[in-house]
Nanobody
Framework: QLQLVESGGALVQPGGSLRLSCVAS????????IGWFRQAPGKGREGVSC????????HYADAVKGRFTISRDNAKNTVYLQMNSLKQEDTAVYFC???????????????WGQGTQVTVSS
């Protein structure tokens, strides 16, 4: 059974950058599409990005296109989310999970864990 643990969240100023990490265990990471999701205060879960097993295909929510980049290092069982030009509206708890995606529509296939808090504030 695949298990994922998120890390890297922090308090950053608007316009700043942050890199989140999602480390897998229990199963081979390269067998799964992995995505990032977020839950902001007062909002439902939002799909942020999804990457295919070998990294060849990526998907992004419209709100983060051009600012966020998802990548993976299967040898390290890790998926990353590089977040640049951060905005206050990016503030949320970020989770990773197995994903499916069509264009900018991204869905999680499993329930997420504890996540990592990203706070963008001046």
């Amino acid at each position: 059974q695949l298990q994922l643990v998120e890390s890297g969240g922090a308090l950053v100023q608007p316009g700043g950058s942050l890199r989140l990490s999602c480390v897998a265990s229990g199963s081979a990471l390269d067998s799964y599409n992995i995505g990032w999701f977020r839950q902001a205060p007062g909002k439902g879960r939002e799909g942020v990005s999804c990457i295919s097993t070998n990294g060849a295909n990526t998907h992004y929510a419209d709100a983060v296109k051009g600012r966020f980049t998802i990548s993976r290092d299967n040898a390290k069982n890790t998926v990353y989310l590089q977040m640049n030009s951060l905005k206050q509206e990016d503030t949320a708890v970020y989770f990773c999970a197995r994903c499916s995606a069509v264009g900018s529509s991204i869905r999680a296939l499993d329930s997420w864990g504890q996540g990592t808090q990203v706070t963008v504030s001046s």
